[in-house]
């Protein structure tokens, strides 16, 4: 599946796209999930959780790829990143699946770090 075949699919499952210049991402998008601890500074919206596409056609196998990205102050200026990189060949159901490991970390660690 290339990228141009999965941002309508990616569309029509509630990710929106956003430019960002500072990423090599071919495509980026982002989508708010409630029900997760939200970071402090998000002003009480739903985690969002980013998505980055990338096409590699330079390399030998130009499948794309992607890299999903949860991140936010804990709730007393401590942040954390989560990444998940090199998912090869993404479509909808491999990148929801990660996503909710992903918020399931986060969760967690919001959780554990406001215990202490």
């Not at 409630?34 to 919206?45: A, F, Q, V, W």
């Not at 992607?66 to 909808?92: F, S, Y």
Request: hydrophobic residues 35%.
């Amino acid at each position: 599946m290339t990228i141009a075949d999965l941002t309508p699919l990616l569309l029509k499952s509630g990710w929106r796209e956003f430019s960002n210049q500072l990423s090599r991402a071919d495509r980026c998008f982002y989508k708010a999930f409630p029900d997760h601890k939200e970071c402090r500074c998000n002003d009480g919206k739903n985690k969002q959780v980013e998505l980055y596409l990338y096409k590699w056609e330079d390399r030998i196998n130009p499948a794309p790829s992607a890299m999903i990205e949860v991140h936010g102050d804990m709730g007393d200026n401590n942040w954390i990143k989560l990444q998940r990189h090199g998912i090869t060949n993404p479509d909808v159901p491999t990148i929801e699946t990660v996503v909710e490991s992903l918020l399931k970390t986060w969760d967690f660690a919001v959780k554990q770090h406001n215990q202490h």
